[in-house]
């Protein structure tokens, strides 16, 4: 302990696996009845009782999807719950247990563990979500977290992607492109400070598209507002990759095409004033940025009375038939410019 | 591609984040009815038609778990697919699917990738599970995966690591270290090859070892066979991390302590032989080993008649009250040595 630089930091050779995992996940309580074996035994056990069970897993890595030099550990753990609860809700199920992996570097102490837990925790509280298994590992570098989340519902309820019709309206929740222009901010500050350390970031007023980027949350609460709507969705998504990757994503599976309305596309005056800040064009920020985390959907024409004046709702485009193809509707001109995906894509932007 | 060395193998790029996991799954086929909604969603979808879910997650990260230096990419997939299943087998559980998320260097071509997934689609064939999901990515350093296997289960088939009692037998499947034996060899012959590249490495003779520790197989097979001896097991966990970290497992979980016979330990001739050539104690190995994906279970007292010859299983011990404490009953003299934790740790190896 002599050649610690940190005497009051814990290494995590200091728990063994079996404690720490332990460790970490003592004080998580359980709110859901369907979570019946959790950590402690070989697997976790789950009673869906009667529903089915939706299942989704994804990973993060340091380096490609995080940065810690500007990511806090805490939301690293907040966010890495909310992106797995954000395809559960694309499903529209019920996000019930989470299962989480970590591979981390004996870089980092027991405390940088004990964050990301912190984090992981808020979400399962927010989320009403219970942490029932998981695996801690060292790794020879870096940090990577992969979680799988566990939905449950009616089968009957269960939205795919495959479900859409020509003429359906395409809808999307919130405001998109501020997750993407948050991330630029926390770039531009942290070059600064990679050149200059004495020089203090400049945050201020970017809250909003800040928090989009650094604590984003998933849009579990759609489901209940679509009931008292007495909306079906015909098809749905989330929005992870960007608008314009998604739109794409329903059109493979459904089998149709999509009209998208520039002028529709909901954005934060924050986001378009970054954006120009930047020297971007918002839209594209929108179309491509991704991590917003807001749903996407397709609704039969007949629902339109039902969503058009909600303010979570936005409709953006309708869906054609497939030999027609995807397109963005440009604002003023009506010019038809082809949808590609643009979207942020993990192993291209290494 | 004018810098490429090996102009034959294709860069991850080359097919992108969506793309990739498309052309890496597209051929894995289904097999179990409860498999509703596979990969190409937001999230996948089973249908457990009444019966409980059973989840595990395990993570192997290069360096740690495996060195790709001598474990071939194909073995690997295999692998980490069955160490998951053997915690389902655990349960007592029948596997039935799995979700597989990889984080993965630029530096692996697609083609090593394909060698991944051929070992899983493998696994997969051999134990009847379907690959309903997952995640790639790349990542800074190294290959990191993580699986989360899911099985079905009745609840009252279901066997904890939590029910056994004073007096129940201690019972194992199989043979134990000869994982623990095989990786030595491996090691030993790495060594040699990093030292000079151009001498043949000596690993005849050793099949057995060596096929137990790069394709080591889940004991799905045991839960008919307990079926057919009438038996359910009081508690039940599987052998990873060696023998003695698993007995104190069940010790823990269901407050019993246990007296494990030295003398009774299975293991095979190569296992003892390879041993004393390495200077090591045989016992030792199966004690802290690891890695032989036996499952290790206790049955009460009035069911020894249906198991004693059993050629699957070996009585090892016997349950005693907590108070007692955990111990090997040395060969011979009957000294009663405390059995530790000693098995094989992720963090303490590195």
Same mark, same amino acid.
């Given at each position: ?17 079996f404690g720490?995992i ?8 359980? *709110?859901n009845?369907s979570t019946k074996?959790?950590?402690g035994d =070989?697997?976790?056990v789950? =009673? $869906? ?15 490609v999807?995080?940065n810690?030099?500007?990511v +806090?550990?805490?939301h ?10 954000s395809?559960?809700? #694309?499903?529209?199920a019920?996000?019930t ?7 981390i570097s004996n ?7 004990? *964050? ?10 927010h989320?009403k979500?219970?942490?029932?298994g998981? =695996? ?13 989340a566990?939905?449950?519902e009616?089968a ?5 992607r495959?479900g #859409? ?7 999307v929740?919130?405001?998109?492109g501020?997750?993407y222009?948050g991330l630029?901010?926390?770039?531009r ?7 200059? $350390?004495?020089?203090?970031p ?13 604590? +984003? ?8 507002t ?8 015909t098809?749905m998504i989330d ?8 739109i794409l994503?329903?059109?493979d599976?459904?089998k149709?095409?999509?009209h998208l309305?520039?002028?529709k ?9 970054? @954006? ?5 064009? $918002?839209?594209?920020?929108a ?5 917003d985390?807001e749903?996407?959907?397709?609704i @039969?024409p *007949?629902d339109?009375?039902k969503?058009?004046?909600?303010p979570?709702?936005?409709?953006v485009g309708?869906a054609v038939?497939?030999?027609q193809?995807?397109?963005?509707? #440009?604002?003023?001109?009506? *010019?038809?410019? +082809? ?6 894509? #993990?192993?291209?932007?290494?």
């Amino acid at each position: 302990m002599l050649e610690d630089k940190n005497p009051q930091l814990t290494p995590i050779s200091a728990y063994g696996e079996f404690g720490l995992i332990k460790h970490l996940t003592e004080n998580f309580s359980f *709110e859901n009845p369907s979570t019946k074996i959790s950590i402690g035994d =070989d697997a976790a056990v789950i =009673d $869906p009782n009667g529903q089915q069970v939706v299942l989704t897993t994804d990973v993060l890595a340091e380096g490609v999807h995080f940065n810690l030099g500007y990511v +806090p550990l805490k939301h690293l753990g907040y966010k890495a719950v909310v992106v797995n609860l954000s395809d559960i809700a #694309a499903m529209d199920a019920i996000p019930t247990q989470i299962l989480v992996s970590l591979a981390i570097s004996n870089r980092f102490p027991v405390e940088a563990l004990e *964050e990301i837990y912190a984090g992981i925790a808020l979400a399962c509280k927010h989320y009403k979500v219970d942490l029932v298994g998981g =695996d801690t590992t060292s790794s020879t570098s870096g940090l990577v977290m992969s979680i799988t989340a566990v939905g449950l519902e009616n089968a009957e309820n269960i939205v795919k992607r495959s479900g #859409a019709k020509a003429n359906d309206l395409l809808v999307v929740t919130g405001d998109l492109g501020g997750a993407y222009m948050g991330l630029q901010i926390l770039e531009r500050e942290h070059s600064v400070f990679l050149a200059d $350390p004495n020089m203090q970031p400049e945050m201020e007023g970017y809250d909003y598209i800040l928090e989009r980027q650094l604590k +984003p949350e998933a849009r579990t609460d759609i489901k209940k507002t679509l009931k008292e709507l007495d909306i079906k969705p015909t098809s749905m998504i989330d929005v992870s990759d960007g608008l314009s990757s998604e739109i794409l994503h329903l059109s493979d599976q459904s089998k149709v095409g999509f009209h998208l309305y520039e002028e529709k596309i909901p954005m934060d005056s924050l986001t378009i004033s970054t @954006a120009e800040e930047l020297n971007l064009n $918002p839209v594209m920020c929108a179309l491509s940025g991704g991590e917003d985390y807001e749903l996407l959907f397709t609704i @039969a024409p *007949e629902d339109f009375d039902k969503i058009k004046n909600h303010p979570d709702f936005t409709i953006v485009g309708h869906a054609v038939d497939l030999e027609q193809g995807n397109f963005l509707v #440009a604002r003023g001109s009506n *010019e038809l410019i +082809p949808l590609n995906a643009q979207g942020w894509d #993990a192993f291209l932007n290494k």
